[in-house]
């Protein structure tokens, strides 16, 4: 077990790439809790985020020799998992939940002691420009530079054109340089 | 980025519960992506039986054998699935055998065309041989790295033999009828060589009770090299298709399916084994 | 305790071209584990085809599993009971391990898919290839090819479980998890060992046949034939020219297995080798050197 536990996931996905699904295991177990939150949080139907789930570890099996060794596993993951929702939601129009959406409606702008640390560390000052972005701008934002999603495939996600999701990106974009050069907090 | 922050579990929990509101969310994702500590620890709240369901799901996507092209022809002719991957394991039933008749057939075919009587004779050398080699690489201790062990099993050795050489006969008349359509002569040729061929094959079969296919497939060709190759020499290949014979070899096919017919339940060689 | 007797062969001949390879073997079998030791060439592989149903013999009889294998009803009635791992064995091209498993699982009549890869998988998880078993078999060592082997043995947890050297080529910590999964099988079912490694004898298996030339030359307990041995073996400081075998040991003393006591000699406790080599002489360290 504690062999497991020291081999780094680099050195498993090399072992992955040989066909060793005791490697890919370890991968899973290190990988799928988070990332099944992490799809859980934009697609309200379990099934699709099984499936999503599925797919991207077969992807991983499939497709471990192209992962050229440059950052981490997890965020090749992400990526991974993110264009399969993408693909998913196309063919099956699930319900779609977008958390940075929500942000006006759940939560007052009055940030907590922890929220403001949080920010402040994570984000600097760019969290709270963004919560004063309209819910559209946020959802691209999330969508382009938080999930690293390219516009095409943001656009399929909203289900909008490809150049209002440009077009509402360029705005964010200049929104928030405004509000930081405001030096709002 | 930071290296000492790490989530609080407080945050983990709603995170996963849904009530971690947007902002607080996307900054634990960006953080979840590069911390290895925080991600273990966030599969604390979350169930297990979920993902164990969709890891055997994973499990046995990568392990189950991908049917070849053979068996999904098969499966879609109607033949059972263990039946059409027992059938798909023969070397004479594999997609490159398959590829490499082809070819050969259609040299032969091309050379009956144009070569004369010699391209003739060459055709019907080859022809009635073809299922011969066919069954020949169907079965048997010399084609199959696991003869041994497949012989100490429940399953008909009688039922394998029979499946494989149909499958056999299946793909490679075909073949060799699309080889006979090149050749000009007599209009019968395009045909009657099923004559030979067929009889030729059920030799094999009632021969494979006594002995190893690739034994019985030598001697069928060496006779066959000799009756074409004298009939060749007197400048009349298609002499080994005369009437006469073919009533022989309805003849001997006859026969040969009887025999099999009576020792069919001996089709497991319980002699010596090399 | 009445033990069934699982196996009954009696009056056992077997001629190939010239040569005997079996002359007059009686032998009976119980659930358990039972070694077969013996040189090589003394018909141990022959023996244990005719078992397995893999071969007939020139003259006897054959009882397995209560019936008699005449008619191939009973022969597939056995053989439904039975798992045999040859001393040799190839794979089909381009075979993962899973897919060779899969293949000998259809071969022993499980038809319906999704019941047949559980069985698969636990016969892989047996021989600990479970993560594996992905990999195409050309990729494996040698040692995890005969595992993969020793897995189809295993399907469906047989009744009469036939091994022709299973351990061969296997390295030392899997040959201890395979002994374990031996000795399991043996609580339940009758297992024939075929081996020339007398450690594997020694540790496994209650009762031992040894063959030699195509004869039995013993069949009893493990326990009994190491008794033969008993007073006959020498720890020395040299090695006695009338002792039967000796060799030096890691202790630098020299091990004299022989009738005759070398000088200034400790009386040393026998051990299932020295038994066997005594009851062999030249052949058996032959092949004991050879191995």
């Not at chain 3, 010239?18 to 077969?36: F, M």
Request: hydrophobic share 50%; charged share 20%.
């Amino acid at each position: 077990m504690q062999a497991d536990a020291a081999r780094a996931d680099p050195e498993l996905l090399a072992a992955v790439a040989d066909a060793d699904l005791g490697a890919m295991r370890l991968l899973y177990d290190r990988h799928a809790p988070w990332l099944s939150a992490r799809l859980t949080r934009r697609c309200n139907s379990p099934e699709a985020v099984a499936d999503v789930l599925q797919d991207t570890f077969m992807a991983l099996w499939n497709g471990a020799d192209r992962w050229r060794g440059d950052g981490e596993v997890a965020a090749w993951l992400w990526g991974i998992a993110a264009r399969r929702l993408v693909s998913r939601l196309r063919r099956h129009r699930e319900a779609l939940v977008l958390p940075l959406e929500d942000v006006a409606a759940a939560r007052p702008p009055e940030l907590s002691a922890e929220e403001r640390v949080l920010l402040g560390v994570e984000y600097g000052d760019l969290g709270s420009a963004l919560l004063r972005l309209s819910p559209e701008m946020r959802a691209v934002v999330q969508a382009v530079v938080l999930d690293g999603l390219t516009t095409r495939e943001a656009a399929r996600l909203l289900g909008v054109p490809q150049n209002t999701v440009k077009s509402r990106l360029h705005r964010a974009k200049a929104h928030l340089r405004q509000n930081l050069a405001e030096g709002v907090t | 980025m930071s290296t000492t922050w790490h989530a609080a579990d407080d945050l983990l929990a709603r995170y996963v519960r849904g009530d971690a509101d947007a902002l607080q969310g996307a900054s634990l994702e960006q953080h979840l992506v590069q911390c290895a500590d925080c991600r273990a620890r966030i599969a604390t709240y979350i169930d297990a039986p979920p993902l164990d369901l969709v890891w055997t799901r994973i499990q046995e996507q990568v392990q189950a054998p991908v049917p070849t092209l053979v068996e999904r022809v098969l499966i879609r002719l109607g033949v059972s699935e263990p039946d059409a991957l027992l059938v798909a394991v023969a070397p004479s039933l594999r997609a490159s055998w398959l590829f490499g008749l082809a070819i050969t057939l259609g040299f032969v075919g091309l050379s009956a065309a144009y070569g004369g009587s010699r391209g003739l004779a060459l055709f019907l050398l080859v022809a009635p041989l073809i299922p011969v080699a066919g069954v020949a690489f169907a079965y048997g201790p010399d084609v199959d790295p696991a003869y041994e062990v497949g012989v100490a099993v429940p399953y008909s050795a009688a039922r394998l033999l029979l499946l494989r050489t149909s499958a056999v006969l299946a793909t490679s008349l075909p073949l060799v009828l699309a080889a006979a359509l090149l050749v000009p002569a007599l209009s019968w040729t395009v045909v009657s060589w099923l004559l030979p061929a067929l009889a030729f094959t059920a030799v094999m079969l009632a021969a494979s009770t006594w002995t190893r296919p690739t034994v019985t497939g030598v001697g069928l060709g060496i006779v066959w090299v000799c009756a074409v190759g004298s009939a060749a020499i007197d400048d009349n290949p298609a002499a080994v298709l005369d009437p006469p014979l073919l009533l022989i070899y309805v003849a001997i096919g006859v026969a040969a399916t009887a025999v099999l017919h009576l020792r069919i339940r001996r089709l497991t060689p319980l002699r010596s084994l090399s | 305790m009445t033990a069934t007797t699982t196996v009954k062969l009696a009056g056992i001949r077997k001629r190939y071209r010239g040569t005997t390879a079996l002359d007059a073997v009686d032998l009976s079998l119980q659930p358990g584990i039972t070694g077969l030791l013996g040189p090589n060439g003394a018909g141990k592989t022959t023996l244990l085809r005719i078992v397995a149903t893999v071969l007939a013999p020139t003259e006897g009889h054959v009882r397995l599993l209560g019936r008699m294998p005449s008619t191939n009803e009973a022969l597939a009635e056995v053989r439904r009971r039975l798992g045999y791992l040859p001393q040799e064995m190839g794979f089909p091209r381009g075979f993962t391990g899973f897919a060779f498993v899969d293949y000998m699982a259809v071969l022993k009549e499980w038809t319906s898919r999704a019941p047949r890869h559980d069985e698969v998988r636990r016969v892989l998880e047996l021989v600990d290839l479970g993560d594996v078993a992905a990999k195409r078999i050309r990729a494996l060592s040698g040692g995890q090819r005969r595992r993969i082997a020793l897995a189809q043995a295993l399907l469906g947890d047989p009744d009469l479980l036939l091994l022709d050297e299973p351990t061969t080529g296997v390295d030392p910590e899997q040959r201890v998890s395979l002994r374990q999964v031996l000795s399991r099988a043996g609580e339940r079912s009758t297992v024939l060992l075929s081996t020339h490694q007398t450690e594997d004898v020694a540790a496994l298996c209650d009762r031992v046949v040894v063959l030699d030339q195509g004869r039995v030359r013993f069949d009893g307990t493990v326990l009994g034939l190491v008794a033969t041995a008993a007073g006959r073996v020498w720890l020395a400081d040299a090695p006695h020219p009338a002792a039967r075998a000796s060799w030096r040991t890691g202790t630098g003393r020299h091990r004299n297995v022989g009738d005759a006591a070398p000088p200034a000699a400790d009386l040393a406790e026998p051990t299932l080798e020295d038994a066997y080599l005594l009851l062999l002489g030249d052949r058996a360290l032959a092949t004991a050197v050879a191995s």
